[in-house]
């Protein structure tokens, strides 16, 4: 029989279902490579009781003939960024250490309504802030990928969603969650040969899960191929009271309505991503993309999103500015971190727990946030950030004039080895310049492997639709992911 491990989303529901295996023997292999794999530091807890038990409960679910829920047998991963009853999450920060929430997230809780156990909380870049995972206060995550030129350096997994890109990609887990604020899915999904789509903003509620940037943060689903991410993403969707920016709409049935044909559809193919020193193999990768799409039935047309050059710009003021009210919070006041020097003031403790619980780049990126909504500053930052905001929305809304979805490159490059661009802070903000725009618009975009590079890395192509079209989305990914026969996977090293 195949390794389980081996088995994605959809073939361990199906498998369960039909009695091929048991979800307990699922969920024991699957525990057994989390185990074995601690050199990746993919998880920073491991809860294989968790996975068990909601294995035995479809086990006996099954057993006594009733109807399987509808991830049933199925174990995933859970990024820290969720909150989860009973289990540390920390955000991967010293400053939350130690907190066990008391209650769970609303995505995590549709999971577990759903029959999904859960293998452990994956490792991040802290607060989600950062592109290759080396921000965690716990230690990068390693990508199980090598290069084939003979070099052995530790490559990124991408981030901030590095542990859950890492886990799938290793065959931890068959699916994982992620959250993308400027492409924390997508650019993961792409440097680690997976597939991850950041659906419509307000698909999925926020409640529960540790805010980075309120008005761009948003959860969704990291596993091996297409149909994996719609059944993971039904799951996870749906409205939510308590998040007052959760859409109150039915979740359709994406995997039923999967459809690789693209007749009679327009991709757009926007110039602005032409981007300056754009490797050849990234030019070439969406070359093929346009031919897969051609292959697939759809007419190509030209699209202008003439205000792309000023998304990362702006990306980088309105993320950091919500980035500082939201982590304000955090002040060793009610939990988490408490650094109380001899005789200090209340002042000189919150000086002193932020000092010592956040990271450098959370730091930054707190600096930034304050200094761009201060007195004198915001109407010439957010203000004009906001503003620009809002015509990269339009350029959006333009181009659904005539096309359907767009095609672009996920990522400027492949993964890049741990500490190559870590000290350049501009270096590294440049890995979301084609992921941001589409997140400033909340709109779904989702990445697909399509091939390997020179080195024998892997290289996405990105997807992005209208805003509630993930059915196109998902549709358009799954032609290329059809076309590309993308089958490469690391070789075990750890």
Known sequence: ??????????????????????????????????????????????????????????????AAGEELKPLAGVPIGMKDLFCTKGVPTTAASHILEGFTPQYESTVSQNLWN??????????????????????????????????????????????????????VAARLCPGATGTDTGGSIRQPAAFTGISGIKPTYGRCSRWGTIAFASSLDQAGPMARDVRDCAIMLEAMSGFDAKDATSLDLPVPQWEQSLN???????????????????????????????????????????????????????????????????LARYDGVRYGLRDLPDGANLQEMYAATRAAGFGDEVKRRILIGTYVLSAGFYDAYFTQASKVRTLIAQDFEKAWESCDVLLTPTAPSAAFALGEKSADPLAMYL????????????????????????????????????????????????AIEERAGFVARPQAWW
């Open 1 to 62: 029989m195949t390794d389980l491990t081996d088995l994605g989303i959809r073939d361990i529901r199906d498998g369960v279902r039909a009695g091929t295996f048991s979800a307990r023997d699922v969920a024991t292999a699957f525990n057994d490579a989390v185990s074995r794999a601690k050199p990746l530091n993919a998880f920073l807890v491991e809860t294989p009781d968790h996975a068990l038990a909601a294995a035995d409960a479809a086990d006996a679910a099954r």
């Open 114 to 167: 759903a029959g999904a156990g859960m293998l452990g909380k994956l490792n991040m870049d802290q607060f989600a802030m950062g592109s290759s995972n080396e921000t965690s206060a716990f230690g990068n995550v390693i990508s199980p990928w090598r290069s084939n030129d003979g070099s052995t350096a530790p490559l990124a997994p991408g981030g901030s969603s590095g542990g859950s890109s890492s886990a």
């Open 260 to 326: 690789a044909s693209m007749a009679g559809k327009r991709v757009g193919i926007p110039r602005e991503y032409r981007v300056d020193n754009m490797p050849e193999e990234i030019e070439a990768l969406w070359q093929q993309g346009i031919a897969w799409m051609k292959d697939a039935g759809a007419e190509i047309v030209e699209v202008s999103l003439p205000h792309t050059k000023y998304a990362l710009p702006a990306y980088y003021i309105i993320a950091p500015a919500e980035a500082s009210s939201n």
């Open 431 to 478: 890995n979301d310049v084609f992921t941001v725009p589409s997140s400033l618009a909340g709109l779904p975009a989702m990445s697909v492997p399509g091939g390997l590079d020179r080195k024998g890395l892997p290289l996405g192509l990105q997807v992005i639709g209208r805003a509630l079209d993930e059915q196109g989305v998902l549709n358009a990914a799954l």
